[in-house]
Nanobody, 116 residues
Framework: QVQVVESGGGLVQFGGSLRLSCAAS????????IGWFRQAPGKEREGVSC????????YYADSVKGRFTISKDNAKNTVYLQMNSLKPEDTAVYYC?????????WGQGTQVTVSS
């Protein structure tokens, strides 16, 4: 079965850290561009970070730059999002997306809640 599954979300205090995982099954994640997105209540889904399939280059939204780090473990077919110095405004459901046109896979999301 082709899917991506996010995990690692939870409740953390202001300034804390979490590491999200995006595990792929049924396909080789390294061949895909992987993006992390988030959606807070009442807001549109926004891009947080992504990593290229071609050269491993990374992108971060300005709101998370310097605090979040995306990485990939090809042996585990998993992409991670290390989130440090978390703020209440980081509270959202975080989604993983794997894309290699025409294929586009979304996970079910994992909730991250940061208390002040």
């Amino acid at each position: 079965q082709v899917q991506v599954v996010e995990s690692g979300g939870g409740l953390v205090q202001f300034g804390g850290s979490l590491r999200l995982s995006c595990a792929a099954s049924g396909f080789t994640l390294d061949y895909y561009a992987i993006g992390w997105f988030r959606q807070a209540p009442g807001k549109e889904r926004e891009g947080v970070s992504c990593i290229s399939s071609s050269d491993g280059s990374t992108y971060y939204a300005d709101s998370v730059k310097g605090r979040f780090t995306i990485s990939k473990d090809n042996a585990k077919n998993t992409v991670y999002l290390q989130m440090n110095s978390l703020k209440p405004e980081d509270t959202a459901v975080y989604y993983c997306n794997a894309r290699d046109v025409p294929y586009n896979y979304w996970g079910q999301g994992t909730q991250v809640t940061v208390s002040s």
